[in-house]
Nanobody, 124 residues
Framework: QVQLVESGGGLVQAGGSLRLSCAAS????????MDWFRQAPGKEREFVAA????????YYADSVKGRFTISRDNAKNTVYLQMNSLKPEDTGVYYC?????????????????WGQGTQVTVSS
């Protein structure tokens, strides 16, 4: 079992920044990679950013490339999403999700555990 708790969401003006955190706990947490998804009202959940378990590779949705950065602090079992130059279309609930470290990132079905989500609202 892995438990995920997100934090750091809020209301920000367009052009601003936020940093989301996802703290993971559980006996097997070190066997999982943790990535980020988001869901806007009335839309399906979509992939945002992923980091390989080894940390050597990162992957981003085209819509956030160059603005968002995913990172992980293994000592704290915490993954972060630094979001800069935020746009109103970035508004949504952001979820942290854990997949087995060999699973392909980005596909919802590959993820075994999900956090409760944190709301991000970007005003124009």
């Amino acid at each position: 079992q892995v438990q995920l708790v997100e934090s750091g969401g809020g209301l920000v003006q367009a052009g601003g920044s936020l940093r989301l955190s996802c703290a993971a706990s559980g006996r097997t947490v070190s066997s999982y990679a943790m990535d980020w998804f988001r869901q806007a009202p009335g839309k399906e959940r979509e992939f945002v950013a992923a980091r390989s378990w080894s940390g050597t590779s990162t992957y981003y949705a085209d819509s956030v490339k160059g603005r968002f950065t995913i990172s992980r602090d293994n000592a704290k079992n915490t993954v972060y999403l630094q979001m800069n130059s935020l746009k109103p279309e970035d508004t949504g609930v952001y979820y942290c999700a854990a997949r087995p470290r060999t699973a392909v990132p980005g596909t919802v079905a590959e993820y075994a555990y999900w956090g409760q989500g944190t709301q991000v609202t970007v005003s124009s």
